[in-house]
């Protein structure tokens, strides 16, 4: 899909979202552009086309090792010739004595395996004559009986066990409600409505069968059933196309109740990595507004605030759904949701220009959960019908172009220059809100006062980075001061190094070296005169 950005919106040509083979039909991105029948067209094409190739490589490394065997042989052949006689000879000698002496010993064992063997053809027969008659019981009972009376709808739910006891529990009621509805369903339908139970066991019983395929020939094998049901409605039973539809519908939610927990997001395909990749994606576009977008919605006017809200519990529910019909109703709601808050704040009509970009601001602001595998699920596994022609074929086929256009877009979609997407994304900034001033008067106090508080924290945040990064700088300069210092310290270590001199003897008294002190008289003491 062509996607264009301009300054009036997003635009995408209404012959885009069309099969690009011409029939038509709506295509789709999964299938490259063309339409359900197309693409297995071209998907056949391709598969055999890859077979042929496989074998045609196959055939020519048989031939290449052949020629390689027979000519290694051939040379060891003209050095081994004699000896390789030699040992030929010997060993059919060897050979023809154990043969005669086996003669003699296996007469009575030949006789006793004659017998095993006609015990055993004895038996085998009264088995296929035992399984004969039940085989032929019950298909007296399966003609005589309904269908839907033969298995109730709690045996075909323990057929199938649950990863755990909660799981199976819910699997069980929904299960046996599905059963239920269309056993009555096809009630209605007499004698086809039993062929029809019939065919679908058939289906369930195969696929069953098939749980090592890809997922890509599950998804063609149940594509297959619905057409071989539907031309045996239409044909051999003779069904009104209004009865054809119901039928067909029901036939989907029987079957894929049943199928859902093998064929949705299955651990063999890449399912899960796209829709982390997608909610990541959609996270880091947090920042981007309706303007940006150019979407006709005003969220002011309660009314178009409510259809809103709606729109995006819509696409949310559509996780919840097991049938690819049910998630097909939930984007036909979410979408015309949409419809209707275009047509309330514009007072006519909305268009499709309208239309893609207000469902992709719905997409980015409601994050739905596994949106790349409730896609691929509906691609495989939903009546082709659906999707090629009506509403929900064209509200899908929009769906999957938000998708691929949330996944290419850029700082030219949303008309803005590469350095400020850039920091938009990384989180440096957000773009700058609205100003109260411009606001018309009609707006309520509460709706200013909420964007004044908006603009308050964005220069705050502004301010707090700004004053984080200076403190980043602040400790590396530190750092780099403490390091200086500390070098500075050991250059100057190094070049006048500290030298401890030994400790120097104590001085001796003055007269020490007076021989005659001791002849010396003592020294005068005071005396007190009384006078």
Known sequence: MNLKSERRGIHVDQSELLCKKGCGYYGNPAWQGFC???????????????????????????????????????????????????????????????TTVKKFFTASSRAGAKKVSQEKIIKQGQLGRERNADNILRDLKEIFTP???????????????????????????????VSKEFIEFLKTYHKPGQDIYKQCKLFLDTMNHKRDLSIEEQSECAQDFYQNVAEKLQTRWKVPPEKVEKA????????MTRQYKYVF????????????????????????????????????????????????????????KRVPRDKLACITKCSKHIFNAIKITKNEPASADDFLPTLIYIVLKGNPPRLQSNIQYITRFCNPSRLM??????????????????????????????EDFDRFMTGQTSPKKQES???????????????????????LNERQERIVNEAKKLEKDLIDWTDGITKEVQDIV???????????QALAAIDSENVENDKLPPPLQPQVYAG
């Open 494 to 504: 190094e070049k006048y190094p500290l030298e401890i001199k030994p400790k120097s």
């Open 147 to 177: 269908s839907w009376e033969l298995a109730s709808p709690t045996e075909e739910i323990q057929e199938a066990k649950a990863p755990s006891p909660s799981i199976n529990r819910q699997a069980s009621i929904e299960t046996d409600r």
């Open 248 to 255: 067909m519908d029901q036939i989907e939610k029987y079957i």
């Open 389 to 418: 022609t009506g509403e929900d074929g064209y509200y899908f086929t929009n769906l999957c172009c938000a998708v691929a256009f949330i996944e290419k877009l850029d700082a030219q979609s949303l008309n803005l220059s590469q």
């Open 265 to 320: 997001c299955p651990e063999t395909t890449d399912d899960e990595k796209k829709d982390l990749a997608v909610q990541k994606r959609i996270r880091a576009l947090h920042w981007v507004t309706p303007q940006m977008l150019c979407v006709p919605v005003n969220e002011e006017i309660p009314e178009v605030s409510d259809m809103v809200v709606k729109a995006i519990t819509d696409i949310i529910e559509m996780d919840s």
């Open 36 to 98: 359900s029948k197309c693409w297995r067209e071209e998907y056949h094409k391709a598969r055999q086309k890859q077979i042929q190739e496989d074998w045609e490589l196959a055939e020519r490394l048989q031939r290449e090792e052949e020629e390689a065997y027979a000519s290694s042989q051939s040379t060891q052949g003209a050095q081994s010739l004699t000896f390789s006689k030699f040992e030929e000879k010997k060993t059919n000698e060897k050979t023809r004595k154990v």
């Open 437 to 459: 001033d411009s606001f018309s008067p009609d707006v309520c106090l509460g709706v200013k006062q909420m964007y004044k508080n908006l603009d308050l924290l964005s220069q």
